[in-house]
């Protein structure tokens, strides 16, 4: 008997234990019109102060903002009309999940990303009723078509990140605090001029993927034409293993971030905003960009033609 169940034991030990550490089923795929039932649209004033218009559903799907086909999701600004500069801004939009997720990984499968001068998207997980305190992760996130892409955290206080850490990206500040440095966060440049804007879109666009645990969050990219990108992520897999991955783009370990107390339960937003805190402070030096910020956005529907995400999936695996 005894030595039965001990046999037992160590089977089932080889058995589950490395799958537990870096093998994540598949829990929700979400293409073309899935985004639908997957997401809800938030028709908000823009919390960042953008001079934007976020839609509902309706209008979105009316003004062809957004646009579903069997295989890609387009999510834009409109381009086609100039604005009064005493009314609203222009119409764009912002989804977030319905679901949501602590322990997962998501992989973001994007062809296209909004470019042009103003621009200011954004592809990221909040706890919006708890910010800062429950966390933001930023997957891809930038302005004015500066790449390359940064991810960031941003937290409660109490949440450091070590200098030397296992990734190819470059820090930045160290401290998460989002109370520190007017909201600066701990970012991670991203080494891949191919990893933002016209570049990324030149090419095709790629995959950004974050792995979230108690012990760490990651941030992977792998442009579309890179031949070492996993065949999980490739061919959207009914599982990965990130274990199988090379070194991350961004790692964030705990260290001295308990990640389990700094990140609650988490939606994972999309949303695509103009001029405001960021894209609007640093537009004066962003080159080629001309006239003011939000003059630019109000006299030119056509400087947004480019202004869209397209994304060819979504999967999460929890
Ligand atoms: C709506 O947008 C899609 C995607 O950009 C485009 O293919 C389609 O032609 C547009 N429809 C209209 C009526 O403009
Ligand atoms: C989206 O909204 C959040 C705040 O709710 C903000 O932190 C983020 O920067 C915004 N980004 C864009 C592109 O609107
Ligand atoms: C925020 O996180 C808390 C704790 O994990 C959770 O109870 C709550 O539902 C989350 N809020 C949203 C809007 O999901």
């Known amino acids: 008997m005894k030595s039965s169940t001990s046999a037992t034991a160590i089977f089932l030990f080889s058995l589950v234990g490395p ?3 870096a093998t994540y089923p598949i ?51 409109d381009f086609k009309t100039t604005l009064s500069a005493s009314g609203p801004g222009r119409n764009s939009v912002r989804i977030r999940s319905n679901k949501v997720y602590t322990t997962h990984v998501a992989v973001f499968n994007i062809r296209h990303m909004p470019q042009g001068c103003g621009t200011w998207p954004a592809v990221w997980e909040t706890n919006e009723s708890n910010w800062p305190n429950g966390g933001e992760i930023d997957i891809l996130e930038g302005v004015n078509d500066q790449g390359p892409n940064a991810a960031t955290l941003h937290t409660g206080s109490g949440c450091t990140m070590p200098s030397s850490r296992a990734q190819t990206g470059t820090s930045g500040q160290l401290d998460c605090n989002a109370a520190v440095n007017g909201n600066t966060g701990c970012g991670v440049r991203l080494n891949s001029a191919q990893s933002y804007g016209p570049t990324f879109n030149n090419n095709g666009g790629g995959w950004y993927v974050v792995e979230r645990n108690n012990n760490f969050i990651k941030v992977w990219f792998w442009a579309r034409n890179d031949g070492s990108v996993p065949s999980d992520v490739k061919n959207g897999a009914s599982s990965v293993n990130t274990d199988a991955w090379r070194t991350p783009d961004a790692f964030f370990p705990n260290t001295n971030c308990n990640i389990a107390q700094h990140f609650n339960q988490h939606n994972i937003i999309i949303n695509l905003t103009l001029c405001g805190d960021w894209a609007g402070s640093v537009y004066p030096g962003s080159s080629g960009c001309p006239s003011t910020c939000v003059d630019y956005v109000n006299r030119n529907p056509s400087g947004f033609v480019n202004a869209f995400f397209d994304i060819a999936s979504l999967r999460v695996y929890s």
């Open 27 to 77: 829990s929700d795929t979400v293409i073309g019109s899935a985004f639908y039932s997957a997401f809800n649209f938030q028709a908000i004033g823009d919390p960042t102060h953008g001079r934007v218009n976020y839609v509902n559903q309706a209008t979105a799907q009316s003004q062809n903002l957004t646009f579903a086909s069997s295989d890609s999701f387009i999510l834009r600004a």
């Open 19 to 21: 799958a537990i550490s």
